[in-house]
């Protein structure tokens, strides 16, 4: 790769940076492969291994990053970026997917993960300046995504009251918000035993995606609305969709309930319609927000992804964003709610130029009779 030339294509430098990416993955197993007794080290399938690696190995990232220009530069960030992510892809699932993650959160894991891109990737300098300048980096994105959250909270409350207009309250709404893709909610799910089994699923192992979620809940307090009253419910849930936009809020479980526990991944948390913030039916959880798309996305990356000690720790990040320690360490040790929904039966649609047999017949009208000239 000649970073001097002109002409360097964005393709070519995401295929540079895949191979070194790809030649490190392969020296580690290298490694491994040493470490096992028996395997000589100078044998020509080793020799012949190390040496096309080292053909792969880009030259300095900090002299190729300053000779590109910026839309290369934005491509080479995108990369690592990606590479970043996939080393947290155990912990941090499904990353930027607004289904899982707020935006508050996808903005907080950009801006964290492109500051480490630069700081462990792009600049030159000594390794432990460079992680002590990324530590008060990272902790300032940190703390402009808690104030976002307490700032939505805090929208949301004035709405409430009627000091702020509904369209001032729409952009901290879509800060806090998590979007489905509206999918028909399956009513054997639904009504699974009886209609109380809707709100026991927070309570056991069972994961729902937060549009869904929402929409059970708000059915859910139709029935118990109904069942206070004493009137005979007439909504039937069988045709209702995921939530387009739905807002984690405050949920306390029966805590007689066997299956209720501290372990569970939904511990705490229940999902609603925005409509439900509106109205006041319902309270964001600063708390989740706080533990779970900020605390965990920029604690899990900077464990995961770092190397070194000194430079960031919980206890930094927890007196920054105002968190207690200890509820900190109990929601990590939880780790990040994963929420999923039973993928719909997908019906191909039928081709005839696929198969001629079973064939749906298309009712075809009379042939139409033809007028004769005048």
Known sequence: LKTGEPDLRSRDLIASRRL?????????RLKELLAEPGVNPKSDFILNMRESLQKWICTSMPTLFNKLSTDLRNVLLGELTEELLYQTRSRLPNPLDESIWCNVAIDLMRKTVHSMAHYLFCYAGPIDIRRECLGEHILEHAVEAAASVRNGLNAIDKYKKGDISGVSIDHH????????RQQIINKEILLDESKRKMISLYDTQNTICFGAAAAMADIQAYYDAMDLCGIEPCFIPGGAKECHLSIVSLYEPNSTDSDCGENSLQFNWIARSI????????????KWYLENQVLAIVHILATDCVNGKGWYSLEKICEEVNLELEDAKKALSLGVPNPTWPKSKIISAFSPGLSDFGSPKRSRGRPRKRQPRK
């Not at 709404?173 to 489905?180: A, P, R």
Request: hydrophobic letters at 40%; aromatic letters at 10%; a neutral charge.
């Open 20 to 28: 070194h990416w790809l030649a490190e993955k392969v020296n580690g």
């Open 173 to 180: 709404i879509n800060q806090l918000s998590f979007k489905s």
């Open 275 to 286: 409509d439900a913030f509106k109205k006041g039916d319902a309270c964001v959880n600063e």
